[in-house]
């Protein structure tokens, strides 16, 4: 495959081939796209042309040298100029807007992770990038994406059984930012933690039904404000639909000196298994199990997003157009390494 801009030397078993850079744009550079911006510097295939803020370019420090920083406003202006174009605001509000705008003047991949909304979310990314002529990647990352491919090949193998995804013990940064929000709250963070009788029940094999409460616990780290109602802000938490009523909840008030040197970090992880039964008569049981123990979640997305970002160009650069999600990528094009060192190596 070549590609369209600047040219390097592989260093593998293919060195001495001359390959073309893939040219990358981040549009955000809060936690993910700082990430992703590390995760370039490991995949040398790629290069990072610019970075997009809607912060004043001129306050906007990033990593990597000698590399244009530039107004959100003027992304048209990089047109000809970028590949891929990465994503990184919030699922919200920024990716229903953002993804559609930028899939018709660039081949984009987003990280949107509203499940219940990603039908809705695909229908107005596959319009805008077939109106532009590219391709859009759409819901890249660990869950969905990573967790979404395991569920898909294990319901493939194991068609008579039941799936189960537990998440964490990690940072849920969206419930994080729920508890910030309430009234004598200065800071929080908040764990999931999935319940360990829960998970020793579905690697038996028994298929057991698990409610919401019985699959996961939720624990808060709180800073109050001097003087703020601390039962009230409790009881906020623990009745708060959506986030917090389905759960067991415990609520930690802490100080801000205790949050920045205990809780500073955003690890996650988790795991998606599937159970199932073959033969004759269902006599045998069976147990797929895939997890992720991250120490840095914004990263480990960062990373799955970069590896699909590549497919994404070579898919463009093969004319097609239109939005994909994790199911429509063969796993050979995410890899930097040829199909002959692939099947040499892994297979």
């Not at 189960?164 to 309430?182: E, L, P």
Request: charged share 25%; proline share 5%; net charge neutral.
């Amino acid at each position: 495959m070549f590609y369209k801009v600047k040219l390097y030397k592989a260093k593998s078993k293919t060195e001495g081939l001359i390959f073309m850079k893939i040219r990358i744009g981040i549009f955000g550079y809060g936690n993910l796209g700082r990430g992703i911006e590390n995760a370039i510097r490991q995949n040398p295939d790629m290069e990072l042309v610019a970075v997009f803020t809607r912060r004043d370019p001129a306050t906007l420090k990033i990593g990597t040298p000698d590399v244009t920083v530039a107004s959100a406003n003027d992304v048209a202006d990089y047109k000809d100029k970028i590949d891929v174009m990465i994503l990184c605001g919030g699922s919200a509000t920024d990716l229903p807007v953002q993804t559609p705008e930028l899939a018709k003047m660039f081949t984009v991949v987003d990280s949107f992770d509203t499940h219940a909304k990603i039908p809705e979310h695909f229908a107005n990314v596959d319009a805008a990038a077939k109106e532009g002529g590219k391709v859009a990647m759409i819901s890249v990352g660990w869950d969905p994406g990573m967790f979404s491919v395991n569920r898909l090949y294990a319901g493939a193998v194991l068609p008579e059984g039941e799936d189960y995804t537990f998440w964490g013990k990690g940072v849920s940064q969206g419930h994080s930012d729920a508890i910030r929000r309430i009234d004598g709250v200065l800071d929080a963070k908040q764990y999931t933690i999935p319940v360990e009788s829960a998970l020793d029940a579905v690697r038996s094999g028994s298929a057991p039904v698990l409610s919401t409460r019985e699959k996961h616990t939720r624990e808060c780290f709180v800073v109050a404000e001097e003087g703020a109602d601390k039962a009230r802000i409790e009881k906020e938490i623990k009745e708060m639909p959506n986030y917090f009523a389905d759960y067991d909840t415990t609520v930690h008030f802490i100080t801000m000196e205790e949050l920045k040197r205990d809780h500073s970090g955003i690890p996650h992880g988790g795991f998606v298994i599937r159970t199932g039964k073959t033969g004759a008569n269902r006599e045998h049981n069976h147990v797929i199990e895939y997890n992720l123990k991250l120490d840095s979640n914004p990263e480990f997305t960062a990373s799955v997003i970069v590896a699909f970002a590549r497919a994404a160009h070579r898919l463009t650069a093969k004319g097609e157009t239109g939005c994909k999600t994790v199911f429509d990528i063969p796993p050979a094009l995410l890899s930097a390494k040829s199909p002959e060192e692939l099947r040499k190596t892994l297979l």
